[in-house]
Protein backbone atom coordinates (compact mmCIF):
# COMPACT_ATOMS: atom_id res chain seq x y z
CA UNK A 1 0.00 0.00 0.00
CA UNK A 2 0.88 3.21 -0.91
CA UNK A 3 1.66 6.25 1.77
CA UNK A 4 -1.20 8.76 1.02
CA UNK A 5 -0.39 11.10 4.21
CA UNK A 6 -2.74 8.64 6.02
CA UNK A 7 -1.75 9.18 9.65
CA UNK A 8 -2.83 6.19 11.68
CA UNK A 9 -1.24 3.81 13.69
CA UNK A 10 -2.20 0.13 12.20
CA UNK A 11 0.46 -1.31 14.53
CA UNK A 12 -1.65 -0.99 17.51
CA UNK A 13 -4.20 -3.59 18.31
CA UNK A 14 -5.25 -3.71 21.99
CA UNK A 15 -4.84 -6.96 23.90
CA UNK A 16 -3.81 -8.25 20.06
CA UNK A 17 -7.55 -8.67 20.02
CA UNK A 18 -9.50 -10.33 16.59
CA UNK A 19 -11.59 -7.27 17.05
CA UNK A 20 -9.54 -4.29 17.85
CA UNK A 21 -7.92 -5.33 14.25
CA UNK A 22 -11.04 -5.25 12.83
CA UNK A 23 -11.90 -2.00 14.94
CA UNK A 24 -8.58 -0.45 12.95
CA UNK A 25 -10.15 -1.40 9.69
CA UNK A 26 -13.75 -0.04 9.72
CA UNK A 27 -13.82 1.46 13.43
CA UNK A 28 -15.06 4.88 13.98
CA UNK A 29 -18.13 7.31 13.21
CA UNK A 30 -18.31 6.96 9.81
CA UNK A 31 -16.37 4.00 7.90
CA UNK A 32 -19.26 1.81 8.46
CA UNK A 33 -21.54 4.52 6.55
CA UNK A 34 -19.29 5.18 3.92
CA UNK A 35 -18.48 1.82 3.23
CA UNK A 36 -22.27 0.64 3.58
CA UNK A 37 -23.34 3.60 0.57
CA UNK A 38 -20.09 2.70 -1.65
CA UNK A 39 -21.89 -0.74 -1.82
CA UNK A 40 -24.80 0.81 -2.73
CA UNK A 41 -23.91 3.09 -5.54
CA UNK A 42 -23.23 6.39 -3.77
CA UNK A 43 -20.24 5.88 -5.20
CA UNK A 44 -19.06 9.49 -5.90
CA UNK A 45 -17.97 12.30 -3.48
CA UNK A 46 -20.46 14.12 -4.26
CA UNK A 47 -23.03 11.54 -3.00
CA UNK A 48 -21.47 10.65 0.07
CA UNK A 49 -21.88 14.29 1.01
CA UNK A 50 -25.09 13.97 0.12
CA UNK A 51 -26.28 11.41 1.57
CA UNK A 52 -23.90 11.79 4.98
CA UNK A 53 -25.09 15.68 5.56
CA UNK A 54 -23.44 16.11 8.86
CA UNK A 55 -19.88 14.69 8.05
CA UNK A 56 -17.64 17.58 6.87
CA UNK A 57 -15.98 17.34 3.54
CA UNK A 58 -12.34 17.03 5.15
CA UNK A 59 -13.58 14.09 7.48
CA UNK A 60 -15.09 12.13 4.13
CA UNK A 61 -11.62 12.79 2.35
CA UNK A 62 -9.84 11.19 5.26
CA UNK A 63 -11.90 8.53 5.93
CA UNK A 64 -12.03 7.42 2.26
CA UNK A 65 -7.91 7.86 1.83
CA UNK A 66 -7.56 5.51 5.11
CA UNK A 67 -10.41 3.59 3.80
CA UNK A 68 -8.08 3.04 0.32
CA UNK A 69 -4.74 2.79 2.21
CA UNK A 70 -6.20 -0.27 3.76
CA UNK A 71 -7.48 -1.87 1.17
CA UNK A 72 -11.08 -1.81 1.14
CA UNK A 73 -11.78 0.52 -1.16
CA UNK A 74 -10.89 1.49 -4.56
CA UNK A 75 -10.81 5.04 -6.57
CA UNK A 76 -11.08 5.14 -10.06
CA UNK A 77 -10.14 9.22 -11.60
CA UNK A 78 -11.79 9.21 -14.93
CA UNK A 79 -9.59 11.66 -17.42
CA UNK A 80 -13.01 13.69 -18.36
CA UNK A 81 -13.36 17.82 -17.43
CA UNK A 82 -13.84 17.63 -14.58
CA UNK A 83 -12.14 14.74 -13.42
CA UNK A 84 -14.88 12.01 -12.30
CA UNK A 85 -13.85 9.68 -9.45
CA UNK A 86 -15.90 6.81 -7.80
CA UNK A 87 -15.32 4.82 -5.63
CA UNK A 88 -15.75 1.05 -5.60
CA UNK A 89 -15.86 -2.23 -3.15
CA UNK A 90 -12.43 -4.15 -3.28
CA UNK A 91 -13.01 -8.00 -2.86
CA UNK A 92 -11.24 -7.34 0.57
CA UNK A 93 -13.69 -4.51 1.46
CA UNK A 94 -16.62 -7.13 0.40
CA UNK A 95 -15.44 -9.61 3.24
CA UNK A 96 -16.47 -6.73 5.37
CA UNK A 97 -20.01 -6.41 4.22
CA UNK A 98 -21.65 -9.47 5.75
CA UNK A 99 -20.53 -7.45 9.42
CA UNK A 100 -21.95 -3.88 8.11
CA UNK A 101 -25.14 -6.08 7.31
CA UNK A 102 -25.40 -7.21 10.56
CA UNK A 103 -24.34 -4.00 12.51
CA UNK A 104 -27.66 -2.46 9.82
CA UNK A 105 -29.76 -5.23 10.99
CA UNK A 106 -28.59 -4.83 14.39
CA UNK A 107 -30.04 -1.59 13.94
CA UNK A 108 -33.16 -1.48 12.49
CA UNK A 109 -34.07 -4.10 15.32
CA UNK A 110 -32.64 -1.79 18.41
CA UNK A 111 -32.34 1.30 17.50
CA UNK A 112 -35.21 3.79 19.61
CA UNK A 113 -37.46 5.82 17.47
CA UNK A 114 -35.70 4.48 14.04
CA UNK A 115 -36.50 7.83 12.06
CA UNK A 116 -38.00 6.51 8.74
CA UNK A 117 -34.76 8.11 6.74
CA UNK A 118 -33.47 5.43 7.62
CA UNK A 119 -34.31 3.80 4.78
CA UNK A 120 -33.02 5.83 2.87
CA UNK A 121 -29.54 4.26 4.12
CA UNK A 122 -30.76 0.46 2.16
Known amino acids: MENTGVRKNKNFIPGNCPVGYTM ?21 YSLLLKTIPEISKQTLTNQLRELEADGVINRVIFPEIPPRV ?22 KEHMPNLPVEAESCE
Not at 24 to 44: A, V
Not at 86 to 107: C, K, N, R, V
Request: zero cysteines; glycine letters at 6%.
Open 86 to 107: EYSITDFGATLLPIIDSMYQWA
Open 24 to 44: NIIGGKWKPSIIHRIRTDRNR
